[in-house]
């Protein structure tokens, strides 16, 4: 599954900050733009695995309906 989100990168005395509009605590440092890129490539999908897994231990044992939804945004 890929899923596309807005990476917002500002430098800051020779470092760069990224993070991800639409996941608050999406946020990563480097020293150079695509260090930061690949830093924040990671740090999302640390965070997506994350929740999924703390989602799945919630659920356990419970009877539940499980399907992708698409949402348009402008």
């Known amino acids: 599954m890929e899923s596309t ?4 990168f500002e430098e800051t005395d ?6 991800v509009e639409e ?3 999406a946020n990563t440092q480097g020293k150079t733009l695509e260090e930061t890129r690949e830093n924040l490539r990671e740090t999302i999908e640390l965070i997506l695995l994350s929740n999924r ?9 419970k ?7 698409k949402v348009a945004i402008q």
């Open 5 to 8: 989100f807005t990476a917002i």
């Open 14 to 19: 020779g470092w760069y900050i990224g993070y």
């Open 23 to 25: 996941l608050p605590g």
């Open 53 to 61: 897994e703390l989602t799945e231990k919630g659920l356990s044992g």
């Open 63 to 69: 009877n539940f309906i499980r399907e992708e939804i």
